[in-house]
């Protein structure tokens, strides 16, 4: 199953299925791992109302042969501000989980600003990920906050950067007004 608005060239982004619980140590997020019965419980208590503007989550999966690969989460888009989340499976390289990353980006930004024309969608990436952080940029994305040394990492912290994409479609027209003497 794929959806191909939401397909770029390394991966694509799907609902969740009950059929994904076997696979969520690679779509779920949290300090530890999830077994098989707890994540069909989660999807069932998450995804009960599809309307519901609650955390909705996704299966990223790969081009071709359709493994998970990683997950997202979009919050708020049933408002007019949205935030998005998107993580590569832990087994991947930081170098791989990025690129994956950053694919996902390419398809979730536009998605979610100008197909549900959201004014704003906001993104937070970590800022040692240099794909994912070029992918929001070449979407016209603007760095809108940093959060200094928020992420831990082996070798010490990173900074966490949160973009943020605006909605042309929602932007207030500069009036000049005429210069008199």
Not at 70 to 80: E, H, L, P, T
Not at 93 to 103: F, I, K, T, V, W
Not at 106 to 116: F, Q, S, T
Request: aromatic share 8%.
């Amino acid at each position: 199953m794929s959806v191909p608005y939401l397909t770029g060239k390394l991966v694509g982004l799907r609902a969740l299925t009950l059929a994904d619980a076997a696979h969520a140590a690679a779509w779920a997020r949290g300090p530890l791992p999830i077994n098989a019965t707890r994540a069909e419980a989660f999807l069932k208590e998450t995804h009960t109302d599809p309307w519901n503007p609650r955390r909705r989550y996704l299966a990223m999966v790969r081009v071709g042969d359709g493994e998970i690969v990683g997950g997202a989460a979009v919050s708020g888009a049933n408002g007019r501000t949205g935030k998005l989340d998107v993580w590569a499976a832990p087994w991947f390289s930081p170098e791989e989980g990025d690129r994956l990353c950053a694919d996902a980006v390419r398809v979730a930004v536009p998605w979610l600003r100008d197909d549900n024309e959201l004014m704003t969608v906001t993104f937070a990436v970590p800022a040692d990920a240099a794909a994912t952080i070029r992918a929001a940029e070449d979407l016209g994305m603007v760095l809108g906050a940093t959060f200094r040394e928020h992420v831990a990492r082996p070798g010490g912290r990173v900074d966490l950067l949160e973009y943020q994409a605006l909605n042309s479609g929602w932007t207030i027209p500069v009036i000049e007004e005429a210069s008199g003497a």
